[in-house]
């Protein structure tokens, strides 16, 4: 695939010939341009797949306990057949290909190189951490666990943190009596408070994504037997879940012209 982008693509073709130039035989990408310069093109919408190629992507082992990313463990019955296999991608040192959502850590798609395909993983602690949040959030998680003076910090702990930050940051700072200056150390509270709610409002804001996000496969559960459809269930009962009702209750939506197709015979026809 990549010899056919960076050579049949860039090199000249009898067939390929303008008819205002026929003595120059032109290359697929010189006669693409010209095509669009003069009809345009119609944008064509992401898919699943597209989704997940354009995610960051990292190289892992399929261990027997599954795939770790960032100290969170993922599995799935997919990875059964994998497990302790080599990917035969020998300049990966035969690990594997995943790719994950920066903007929510439930799931991790790895590829399939030995048939073709991804094969998707949930989160292990999923059922603990119901509510679907990024790595902005298990950083943060990463950080409080780490200024409590625990070593090793464990996968459990953060996930608890995690969990413990999203609900102290709905929930608010703690009114102070009226009147009253702030004891020592609670400026500081403040000030974590105010930034946790910035970082869950981050969470929220990303956690219904617009774009075609792959569904979950007939594997993809966790470890623990919690999968996509429990955090579904969190999502629907979760923070926010009042505004998607809302929204869909709303005024209808407006009227959805189609974009005709484009014939390139009938816009030829047109040039003469």
Same mark, same amino acid.
């Given at each position: 695939?990549?010899?056919g982008? =960076?050579?049949?693509?860039?090199?000249?073709?009898?067939?390929?010939?303008?008819p205002?130039? $026929?003595?120059?035989?032109?290359?697929?990408?010189e006669?693409?341009? =010209?095509l669009?310069?003069?009809?345009?093109?119609?944008?064509? $919408?992401?898919? $699943?797949?597209?989704?997940?190629?354009?995610?960051?992507?990292?190289?892992?082992?399929?261990?027997?306990?599954?795939?770790?990313?960032?100290?969170?463990?993922?599995?799935?019955?997919?990875?059964?057949p994998?497990?302790?296999?080599?990917?035969?991608?020998?300049?990966?040192?035969?690990?594997?290909?995943?790719?994950?959502d920066?903007?929510?850590?439930?799931?991790?798609?790895?590829?399939?190189?030995?048939?073709?395909?991804?094969?998707?993983?949930?989160?292990t602690?999923?059922?603990?951490?119901?509510?679907?949040?990024?790595?902005?959030?298990?950083?943060q998680?990463?950080?409080?666990?780490?200024?409590?003076?625990?070593?090793?910090?464990?996968?459990?702990?953060?996930a *608890?943190?995690? *969990?413990?930050?999203?609900?102290?940051?709905?929930?608010?700072?703690?009114?102070?009596?009226?009147?009253?200056? $702030?004891l020592?150390?609670?400026?500081?509270?403040?000030?974590?408070?105010?930034?946790?709610?910035?970082?869950?409002?981050?969470?929220?804001?990303?956690?219904?994504?617009?774009?075609?996000?792959?569904?979950?496969?007939?594997?993809?559960?966790?470890?623990?037997?919690?999968?996509?459809?429990?955090?579904?269930? =969190?999502?629907?009962?979760?923070?926010? =879940?009042g505004?998607?009702?809302?929204?869909?209750?709303?005024?209808?939506?407006?009227?959805?012209?189609p974009?005709?197709?484009?014939?390139?015979?009938?816009?030829?026809?047109?040039?003469?």
């Amino acid at each position: 695939m990549a010899v056919g982008k =960076a050579v049949w693509q860039n090199r000249p073709h009898d067939g390929l010939r303008d008819p205002l130039t $026929p003595g120059r035989a032109l290359t697929p990408n010189e006669r693409y341009a =010209a095509l669009v310069a003069v009809a345009g093109y119609v944008p064509v $919408p992401l898919g $699943p797949e597209d989704y997940i190629e354009l995610l960051p992507v990292t190289w892992r082992v399929i261990n027997s306990y599954g795939v770790k990313v960032g100290l969170r463990t993922y599995d799935s019955r997919e990875l059964n057949p994998y497990r302790r296999q080599k990917s035969g991608i020998k300049a990966r040192h035969d690990r594997w290909e995943v790719r994950h959502d920066p903007y929510d850590i439930s799931r991790i798609w790895i590829r399939n190189h030995h048939h073709g395909g991804w094969l998707s993983a949930t989160w292990t602690h999923l059922r603990t951490s119901p509510a679907p949040f990024g790595e902005l959030i298990w950083t943060q998680a990463r950080q409080v666990v780490a200024s409590r003076g625990t070593d090793p910090v464990t996968e459990a702990e953060i996930a *608890a943190a995690a *969990a413990d930050l999203l609900d102290r940051a709905g929930k608010g700072p703690d009114p102070q009596p009226d009147g009253k200056a $702030p004891l020592p150390g609670q400026a500081a509270a403040r000030a974590g408070s105010a930034r946790a709610r910035r970082i869950r409002g981050r969470a929220a804001a990303t956690a219904a994504p617009q774009w075609p996000r792959p569904e979950p496969g007939p594997g993809d559960d966790g470890a623990d037997g919690e999968g996509p459809a429990g955090q579904r269930s =969190a999502d629907s009962t979760g923070p926010g =879940a009042g505004d998607r009702a809302g929204q869909a209750s709303g005024p209808p939506a407006a009227k959805v012209i189609p974009l005709p197709l484009f014939d390139a015979r009938k816009e030829a026809e047109k040039w003469w």
